[in-house]
């Protein structure tokens, strides 16, 4: 575990924000309106209603910021009106270092631990959570910046490959001297700095998409295409690849061969997405008088039973649980 002086540095051209200074009762607001002000519109939801213990510190290098974050257990969502809300297009690694960060993002959910690392994109829904006492570096890139650099990259939000260890430790090392060594001063060639701290993170990427998924661009684009199709249509019951290929002015066989590349089937990929959308609307304050079953069926199931359980089988939980909790 590190020491609190190497987690948060005493610099003077940081930006530090933190709940001390309100009452329990106006906490939780409070924190919630500091999210937003430092990442982009999130909603923060938590066990308790009173009192929440939080502070963040963060370094602006270039068009990338990093922060350091040190609070008690909460929920922390990007929805859907957040949002159209805020628009920012942007991604953000996470690096936890101490104790354990559930996430649930592009289809994809689990924990990661001290030493790992998550990318999430401010473009789709995403919830990271975290108990008591947990701590985390992270960076915020502009989306296009990473994109330039690895066009396949949404293809690697919400931890789809192994995490390479060394490699997450590397450019954990680089946002922690990026942030002692400039945060006093600030650098004289800040963009030059967040170039090489932007290539780094798509190095991480990278070396864990190992040689790529076999995609060229433009087949990736056009996957893209159709995913953003089936995410946008996924209340549809029939929705099927024949549907998706007709809609999207390809042959079926010419679907199935996008998708084998991205190691999931065209019915696997439907399945996630119905599942993910489940799972925010669940999770959603302005889900609370849905119930169980008309979320089911909005999203395109058919039986209740068979919902819960393939829900239960992806997520470890009930649907009725996410409400409350994702652990």
């Known amino acids: 575990m590190e020491r609190e002086h190497l987690i948060f540095p005493q610099v003077k051209r940081m930006k ?16 919630q309106e500091i999210m937003s002000d430092v990442y982009y519109s999130l909603e923060i939801k938590r066990s308790q ?29 990007r929805t859907k009106p957040r949002i159209a809300r805020d628009p920012e297009d942007a991604y953000v690694f996470v690096m936890p270092v101490r ?8 289809g994809r959910s689990g924990f990661v631990k001290p030493g790992g690392h998550v990318l999430v994109s401010t473009s789709d829904f995403y919830e990271l959570s975290c108990p008591d006492g947990f701590v985390n570096w992270t960076v915020k890139i502009p989306g296009e910046e990473l994109r330039q650099r690895n066009p396949c990259v949404d293809d690697y939000t919400g931890c789809r490959f192994p ?3 060394p490699m997450s430790h590397f450019a954990r090392q680089q946002v922690r001297s990026l942030a002692v060594t400039f945060g006093n001063a600030g650098p ?22 190992g040689s790529g998924d076999g995609a060229t661009k433009s087949q990736y684009l056009i996957r893209g ?14 929705l099927s690849p024949k549907m998706i290929a007709e809609a999207n002015g390809i042959s079926v066989s010419y679907l199935y061969k996008l ?6 089937t065209v019915g696997e990929y439907i399945m996630a997405q119905r599942l993910q959308a489940a799972y925010e609307r669940l999770a959603a304050t302005s889900s609370r008088q ?11 199931f058919r039986n209740l039973s068979h919902f819960s359980r393939v829900f239960r089988e992806n997520y470890g939980v009930s649907p009725t649980s996410v409400r409350n909790s994702p652990f």
């Open 16 to 31: 530090a924000f933190s709940t001390k200074d309100y009452s329990e009762d106006k906490q939780l607001g409070a924190w």
């Open 49 to 77: 209603t009173r009192g929440l213990r939080g502070k963040i510190r963060k370094y602006d290098i270039g068009p990338v910021s990093i922060t350091t974050f040190d609070a008690d257990e909460q929920r922390v969502f």
């Open 99 to 106: 104790k354990d960060l559930y996430f649930n993002h592009n």
């Open 163 to 165: 995490i390479d260890l």
């Open 188 to 209: 004289r060639n800040s963009a030059g700095l967040a170039r090489n701290l932007i290539d780094t993170i798509a190095l991480v990427v990278t070396t864990e998409m």
């Open 225 to 238: 295409r159709i995913m953003s199709y089936i995410r946008n249509n996924i209340g549809e019951f029939d």
């Open 259 to 264: 998708f084998r590349t991205s190691g999931m």
């Open 290 to 300: 849905t119930t169980v079953a008309e979320v089911a069926f909005s999203v395109g």
